[in-house]
């Protein structure tokens, strides 16, 4: 039995291959999360399945016949209960922005596999059941099965003699039993809302490589950024000294002069090259052999550089995965570019003054030096423009061209400019002669009015308003994006508007991507549970037992939330994706239990002992099905590599809600049932579901 069971894993897995390439998704570290994903979950509805054959065969039933029985008795149960699942995950295929297209993989792959493994666990576990062998094993096997059954003896034991007459205990006073339970949810919302456990958009996964980028001025000799290269390389040199050497603690260090190179995700690679442009990156060992972590050795360095005179910006980056940008940015957009900088400016001094903050860029850098030529009226009374002052200028020192040579399959472009002894100073730009549209000539200092500056590095537009960016990093351990953003934009913004007249703001970066994805799962999330409503609706014949077994679902989030807890994770996006797609799995429970309890009361149970039945005849289905739900999502909870660690918090929301959730589903939707049944009773004047008086 279990062997067929487990058989269905690979019977889904490649089965959901099919349609991978139908689907363009490739095996990567995302689609292969969502294989791991359903390893628990796909033996669910196997195992209700199998159960129910295996309790016929016990009660003496033939193959065939227990085959046939078992899977009627379930069938609708587990079809829904594999449809909820699916409806569950869909919300992630319409997540907007770069995370939809990397998690996207996650539910294209899950749905498949769950509904290849629906049609496994009715037609194909059935027929297989139906044709073993039902004698006595022998040798090995045999002791084996002695070893199985006595074990399976005391999981029974254990049902009738202990979880059973606990159940009725609760359910006798279950008003009691709900009030605690909500205050536990109370409690566990009141946890997150009074900021006791943090939340971030992305998980923050510490690399094994940290990356120094130097950015000078504009228009800085290559030697001088060489220089402070070097530095900072010796002092990069000094702390791995300290920490117990190079040697010991590093793989190698590589330094680069001429770009600078990001973090990773998305948005990583290298930048546009220029000689003011400057990285090192040490590429520590793996963490576990190191007893100082990324994030120390990253803070020790940054403090022994400390500030570098004539260095525009030090950015230290070690974070990896699709949210490793600045977690903190905030955009300004201003008609006027000059108050636009100061307004930027401002604001980078604000945000420097919180503690946590670090690596602070205001979003402008000043270009290379740069001459405008502003035409004069005089000139223009001669009948000069701006083009013909532009075309004489371009001409003296770039060149004119004057004629096209063909030379075999090459074009030749003939210029001509002037000598290079008068094209070398500004001066030869001021002493040129400018000709008038007459023929006469104009010194270029009367035809147009000289003002020096400086040239922009870059123009950035969003909806067609120029804006700056002003963004930088913080230490999740001090604070959190969210109350640095709140800080923002409820005091600081609306006071920098006021003083700067014109100026207006919004997020950009991460709190944008956060608050878009956010606002798409609840919209997906509220749209699941009314099509997850309407499918139990149809399946149950009922309005209210449906919201018996959806109530099931926020404690599935209590469960998370002592998962992130216990293992030391702040709440982010992708733990978000995994309580949204914890609606799914945790309604299965429930909904068999309920499925059963309704059986027993057709068959002319009273409503107690209906709903006593009916828990302790699912009760080893719903700890099996958590359990190796649990144990299957196990692996990638513990997994310690950099590359997969930032996808670790779905597998925690989603192992932990669901063993959680297996109390939910034998004490509190039990005690619901009879709540509900309490109220019609009173709505009709009759009393409410009582234990029956004990046999004298």
Same mark, same amino acid.
């Given at each position: *039995? ?47 399945? =199998? ?8 009660? =003496? ?57 629906? *049609? ?19 040798? %090995? ?10 074990? &399976? ?36 919302? =009141? ?5 006791? /456990? ?96 990324? &994030? ?31 977690? %903190? ?30 690596? /602070? ?5 000043? =270009? ?15 009948? +000069? ?26 074009? %030749? ?19 040129? *002669?400018?000709?008038?549209? &007459?023929?006469?000539?104009?010194? *270029? ?50 006071? %920098? ?95 068999? +239990? ?28 719903? #700890? ?29 929301? +989603? ?16 005690? +619901?049932?009879? #709540? ?11 009393? /409410? ?8």
């Amino acid at each position: *039995l279990a062997f067929w069971v487990t058989s269905g894993i690979a019977i889904s897995v490649l089965g959901a291959m099919l349609f991978m390439p139908v689907m363009d998704v490739s095996i990567n570290m995302i689609s292969l999360f969502g294989f791991i994903l359903t390893l628990g979950i796909v033996v669910d509805d196997a195992i209700v399945a =199998g159960e129910a054959i295996y309790q016929h065969r016990q009660e =003496g039933m033939g193959t065939l016949e227990a085959s046939v029985r078992g899977i009627r008795e379930v069938a609708g149960p587990i079809t829904f209960s594999v449809l909820t699942t699916v409806v569950a995950f869909m919300p992630l295929l319409f997540v907007p922005g770069i995370m939809g297209k990397f998690f996207k993989n996650i539910p294209m792959i899950v749905i498949p596999i769950l509904l290849v493994s629906l *049609l496994e666990a009715l037609f194909i576990l059935p027929a297989h059941l139906a044709h073993s062998k039902n004698t006595e094993p022998t040798g %090995l096997f045999g002791y084996v099965h002695r070893a199985q059954q006595r074990f &399976s003896r005391s999981v029974e034991y254990f049902i009738y003699n202990i979880y059973k007459p606990m159940a009725q205990a609760i359910f006798q006073y279950r008003y009691l039993t709900l009030a605690v339970a909500f205050a536990v949810l109370i409690s566990a919302i =009141g946890i997150v809302g009074g900021g006791r /456990i943090k939340f971030t958009f992305m998980p923050k996964v510490e690399g094994d490589v940290i990356t120094a980028n130097i950015q000078m001025p504009f228009g800085t000799p290559v030697g001088d950024t060489e220089k402070v290269a070097k530095t900072v390389l010796a002092q990069a040199q000094k702390v791995l000294e300290k920490q117990g050497g190079e040697l010991k603690l590093a793989r190698g260090i590589y330094a680069d002069l001429g770009s600078n190179r990001s973090g990773g995700g998305p948005s990583g690679g290298a930048s546009t090259p220029g000689g003011h442009l400057a990285y090192i990156q040490v590429f520590l060992v793996p963490a576990d052999d190191r007893e100082v972590t990324t &994030s120390q050795f990253a803070n020790a360095w940054r403090s022994a550089v400390g500030e570098v005179p004539g260095v525009e910006s030090l950015q230290f980056q070690f974070n990896i995965g699709p949210g490793s940008g600045q977690p %903190l940015q905030v955009e300004l957009s201003h008609r006027d570019a000059q108050t636009l900088e100061l307004a930027a400016s401002r604001l980078g001094e604000i945000m420097g003054t919180y503690a946590g903050v670090f690596d /602070i860029d205001d979003g402008f850098t000043l =270009g290379k030096d740069q001459i405008d030529l502003k035409l004069r009226p005089e000139a223009r009374a001669l009948g +000069l423009t701006e083009s013909d002052l532009a075309r004489q200028v371009r001409g003296a020192f770039y060149g004119a061209e004057v004629a096209r040579q063909q030379r075999g399959r090459d074009e %030749l472009r003939i210029f001509v400019r002037r000598p290079l002894s008068e094209r070398t100073s500004e001066a030869d730009i001021e002493n040129m *002669l400018i000709r008038t549209p &007459s023929g006469g000539e104009i010194p *270029l200092a009367q035809a147009a009015e000289v003002v020096r500056g400086k040239s922009y590095t870059a123009i950035s537009r969003v909806d067609g308003k120029r804006v700056l960016t002003v963004s930088s990093d913080l230490d999740e351990t001090v604070t959190s994006t969210a109350e640095i953003t709140s800080s923002l934009m409820t005091s600081v913004l609306p006071d %920098l508007q006021r003083d700067i007249p014109g100026l207006t703001f919004g997020t950009a970066g991460q709190e944008q991507d956060r608050a878009e994805s956010l606002g798409s799962l609840k919209v997906g999330f509220m749209f699941a549970l009314f099509v997850m409503f309407a499918l139990m609706a149809m399946a149950f014949r009922s309005y209210t037992q449906p919201i018996i077994i959806m109530t099931a679902i926020p404690f599935g989030f209590v469960g998370a939330l002592f998962g992130h807890l216990l293992l030391g994770f702040d709440l982010s996006m992708i733990s978000m994706m995994g309580i949204v797609a914890l609606s799914g799995v945790v309604v299965n429970d429930s909904l068999v +239990l309920v499925d059963a309890v309704n059986e027993f009361r057709k068959g002319g149970m009273t409503t107690w002992d209906a709903v006593v039945a009916g828990t302790t005849r699912r009760f080893r289905p719903i #700890v099996l099905t958590s359990l190796t739900t649990f144990f299957g999502l196990a692996p990638m909870i513990a997994e310690t590599s950099p590359q997969a660690r930032f996808l670790v918090p779905m597998a925690v929301s +989603l192992g932990f809600g669901v063993l959680f959730t297996t109390l939910i589903a034998l004490i509190i939707v039990p005690c +619901l049932y009879l #709540v509900l049944e309490d109220v019609g009773r009173l709505i009709k004047g009759k009393a /409410i579901v009582t234990a029956p008086e004990p046999a004298e």
